[in-house]
């Protein structure tokens, strides 16, 4: 049980996942995220997970590409609930498809949600850790922030900007009492992943389509049994761990099997395209 927990995009998927779990466990919680429609269908759902009366469930509606409203937000949560002891970056969108064809927003945007909305959250929320002399952030990566993706151009190099935040500040959190992981889903059945579905280019769909697919439940628990454990790197799912305990071994691989993968759909659409 956490005295408060902050969770972005904590409406749906992963976070309202580990929000529920949290719940159950008898924490309160601040939700932050864009839609208010969503977050107070998000928090009457959650009211029936509490296990103790004095439990809070407060949600806020705000942009984690704008660092003023995530201040705002973050300052607000703690004036209501206090210090919070768990903060949860799991704020995230990802929108496929072929490099040449995206237009640059998407890239910014992405970034912009992606990174800089975990990098706001985390100096919003350190200094009052800090003070309290304890805390532990948890920044939710991607599976794609371990490998690159064909067709995920604009998403998994803002996963590996939050990979390489996270491990830039493992070592000098420690001296100030806060622990720091980072989490490295696989394919995870989320509203998130639908939307993803109606970009994807045909290549993607088959690199993707025999991977493991993890319901927004079990990352959820394997993220929190994680942070439990104070571990640093949390991989949900097998693929996950096997990634990356053998990366050096398994990316050149992987990278061959995608090639193989991309001739073929390319192949077919030229005997499409003959027919």
Not at 24 to 45: F, M, N, P, V, Y
């Amino acid at each position: 049980m956490y005295k408060h927990a902050i969770i972005t995009g904590g409406s749906s998927g992963i976070g309202k996942a580990i929000a529920k779990l949290l719940v159950q466990s008898g924490s309160s919680i601040s939700i932050i995220a864009r839609t208010q429609t969503q977050l107070d269908s998000t928090k009457a759902e959650l009211e029936t997970f509490k296990t103790d009366p004095n439990q809070q469930i407060l949600v806020i509606s705000a942009d984690v590409s704008e660092r003023e409203q995530v201040e705002n937000a973050i300052a607000s949560a703690i004036i209501q609930l206090g210090v919070p002891d768990l903060l949860i970056t799991s704020a995230g969108i990802a929108h496929p498809g072929y490099f040449a064809e995206l237009p640059m927003a998407i890239f910014e945007q992405t970034m912009a949600i992606n990174y800089f909305g975990t990098l706001y959250c985390i100096k919003a929320v350190l200094p009052s850790m800090i003070q309290q002399g304890k805390g532990h952030i948890v920044v939710i990566s991607s599976g794609a922030g371990l490998i690159g993706l064909y067709g995920y151009t604009p998403y998994s190099p803002s996963k590996f900007a939050v990979r390489g935040l996270a491990e830039s500040l493992r070592a000098e959190l420690k001296t100030v009492g806060i622990h720091i992981s980072i989490v490295y889903p696989p394919d995870t059945d989320t509203p998130q992943l639908a939307a993803e579905n109606k970009t994807k280019p045909m290549e993607t769909k088959l690199i993707t389509q025999s991977a493991q697919i993890l319901t927004a439940e079990k990352v959820a628990f394997d993220s929190l049994l994680g942070v439990k454990r104070k571990v640093f790197v949390i991989t949900p799912g097998i693929e996950m761990s096997l990634l990356l305990r053998f990366h050096s071994l398994f990316v050149p691989i992987l990278q061959w099997y995608f090639d193989r993968v991309v001739w073929r759909s390319h192949n077919i659409k030229k005997r499409d395209n003959n027919v």
